[in-house]
């Protein structure tokens, strides 16, 4: 066997991929790299997230306690969730506009099949359903009915949030569970069982995303669907997969939103599907698709929600939450641009 | 016998036959009954001038296009190819003229694109990254003269590194059959004389070669089998050892009625 590697192209095999989120080679000393922008844009989510931590901490001693570290992590639990499934399908090229609709609906799906039967477990199917039920629905107008990924979405975020106001006639439903309820109290340590149920999907996505067939298929088809066409992937096929997940997930998302609240609201979630767009964008993905990474988005995740918080305990009223997330978008999408 | 007319007569030898293909894009009528044969063990060249045809046919052996009519018999069996992947398992590899690879993987990631080596089961199956490198190095040091690392992003390959990464794909996997449509459209000269010599070995190693190009030395140099279209018809066949390059542009350009 022959290895093209020289020592001057850097760390041969799999060792590489450890360094950059997007699983790329690394080619300059770490010093040169500093100096390069499109680092930056590539860590544009951590970087992000320890200036916020660094200013918030100074601000206010109490940002790194442990209460409110494990506040913020169960806060990001739904945010990682959906950004994840968000990630599949922007890496395609696509973009899901319904998540947060969808987990509306599963959400209300979710109470009254609890009120009706008083069955957790059963509610949690029905939820799961209801997402996997949407994100089909999304994948085949998608795939099959060749509709634009912005049209279809936009029209399934707002069937999904008519259908929630429609079987729950507008009204909450609460949900009084002691399990439930141990899964945004309860926990280990900092970490609360939503947060580990985020984190374990997150590291399921990620051998997904790069060490699974499906996972470079996704990137492949994001990267140049013709050409992967022409290789002979199913893009429509991985396309009707990646909303599937991006519904399950909005499933999931659902379960965690109603142990949160404590009920299940017809209220439209339209923060969730913009912090979801958000936190991807701020993982560096390229919304065209073809690269990205699930440590990226699960760290702009984090990064919205430190955001959220920080400015919470500093007293800056609610009003300036959507502005101030809104700013941190943009900047993001602008370093993107100097992404290589 | 030889073979020096349209007609497509059945012989044993023949590994791929298409029979009054016709395939139209709207009013754009790109094939109009195309009939030719290809021989196991050779290397048959397709010329023509531009938008003649010619990629359109290929992409129609190789599953991308379904024919409006038509019979396409690979093998001994007729086809219906409905995705290129179809075309892959039958045992046909092309390199499309745009090349078909994706810019943001790796060349690693390229060469087995669909074809990934993995260990464990389905669906659990995890990608073998290692061992794909690993082959990967392999199968580009046979070709590239300028060797691009497997690891890099095709993104940052040269024009003829990336024909050079397209082509070493179509030729590793146990294939019947190559296409090349116009594979040394971007290479430099030693890299041309890379390629030639390649596609000469696929032939000694019992592989049949369809080669698309505009150059003719190359064409006379390569092939055993010429055919040549004009307007989206095959308006004739010639054995390389039988024909010269007048007689060919002659075919091309209508000067010469088949
Ligand atoms: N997908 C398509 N949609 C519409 N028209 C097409 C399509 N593909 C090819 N054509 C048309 O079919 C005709 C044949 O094109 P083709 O690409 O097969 O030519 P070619 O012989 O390969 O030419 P070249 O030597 O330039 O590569 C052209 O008129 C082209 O415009
Ligand atoms: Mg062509």
Not at chain 1, 41 to 65: K, N, R
Not at chain 1, 90 to 108: E, N, Q, R
Not at chain 1, 137 to 158: C, E, P, R, Y
Not at chain 1, 175 to 199: D, H, P, R
Request: net charge positive; hydrophobic share 50%.
């Amino acid at each position: 066997m022959t290895h093209v590697h020289t020592p001057a192209e850097g760390p041969p095999l799999d060792s590489a991929d450890a360094i950059s989120p997007q699983g790329g080679v690394l080619k300059e000393s770490p010093l040169a790299r500093l100096k390069d922008i499109g680092f930056w844009a590539e860590w544009a989510s951590l970087v992000g997230l320890i200036v916020l931590i660094i200013v918030f901490q100074s601000a206010d001693s109490t940002f790194l306690s442990t209460g409110n570290v494990e506040a913020m992590l169960t806060a990001s639990a739904i945010l990682i969730v959906l950004a994840v499934g968000q990630t599949f399908v922007i890496t395609t090229g696509g973009i899901d506009l319904s998540v947060a609709s969808v987990m509306t609906f599963a959400a209300v799906a979710f109470g009254l099949t609890y009120k009706h039967s008083s069955n957790l477990a059963l509610a949690c199917v029905i939820a799961l359903l209801a997402g996997l039920a949407f994100g089909v629905a999304n994948g085949l107008l998608v795939s099959q009915g060749k509709i634009t990924d912005f049209i279809a979405t936009l029209g399934t975020l707002s069937a999904a949030s008519g259908a929630a106001l429609i079987i729950s006639n507008g009204k909450p439903t609460t949900v009084i569970n002691s399990t439930l309820l141990k899964l945004s109290s309860g926990g280990i340590g900092v970490l609360g069982w939503s947060f580990i149920i985020a984190a374990v999907v997150a590291v399921i996505a990620h051998v997904v995303y790069f060490r699974t067939r499906f996972g470079t298929h996704v990137l492949a088809t994001g990267g140049s669907a013709e050409a992967a066409a022409a290789t002979g992937v199913r893009t429509g096929r991985v396309k009707l997969a990646v909303y599937t997940i991006a519904g399950l997930l909005a499933g999931l998302g659902a379960i965690l939103l109603v142990s949160r609240v404590g009920a299940a609201e017809p209220a439209a979630n339209t923060a969730y599907l913009l912090n979801s767009v958000a936190a991807v964008v701020l993982g560096g993905v390229s919304l065209v698709g073809g690269r990205g990474s699930i440590v990226g988005p699960v760290l702009g995740a984090l990064l919205l929600t430190a955001l959220t918080n920080g400015l919470t305990l500093l007293g800056v009223s609610q009003f300036y939450q959507p502005l101030s997330v809104g700013i941190v978008v943009i900047l993001a999408a602008l370093l993107s641009r100097f992404q290589k | 016998m030889t073979i020096d007319s349209t007609a497509t007569p059945r012989t044993a030898t023949d590994l791929l036959r298409v029979e009054d293909v016709s395939l139209s894009f709207g009013p754009v009528r790109a094939l109009r009954d195309v009939s030719l044969t290809l021989r196991r063990g050779e290397i048959t060249a397709l010329v023509g001038d531009n938008g003649a045809g010619k990629s359109t046919l290929v992409r129609c052996v190789s599953g991308i296009h379904r024919p409006n009519s038509g019979v396409i018999t690979f093998d001994d069996n007729v086809i219906h190819f409905h995705t290129p992947d179809d075309a892959r398992n039958a045992g046909i590899e092309t390199v499309h003229q745009n090349l078909a690879l994706v810019e943001d993987l790796t060349v690693w990631q390229n060469l087995f694109l669909n074809r990934e080596k993995v260990y464990g089961k389905r669906p659990f199956a995890l990608l073998n990254r290692r061992a794909m490198k690993r082959d990967a190095a392999q199968m580009v040091s046979t070709l590239a003269v300028n060797v691009p690392a497997v690891t890099s992003r095709v993104r940052r390959l040269s024009g003829g590194q990336r024909q050079a990464v397209a082509i070493c794909r179509a030729a590793s996997f146990s294939s019947k059959l190559v296409i090349m449509d116009e594979p040394t459209a971007a290479l430099g000269v030693q890299e041309t004389a890379k390629v030639e010599q390649l596609i000469r070995r696929l032939r000694n190693d019992g592989h049949a070669v369809l080669l698309i190009s505009h150059n003719f030395e190359q064409v006379l140099r390569l092939s055993d089998q010429v055919w040549v279209m004009r307007a989206g018809r095959c308006v004739g066949g010639r054995r390389t050892t039988e024909t010269t390059g007048e007689e060919i542009v002659g075919l091309i350009t209508g000067t010469i009625a088949a």
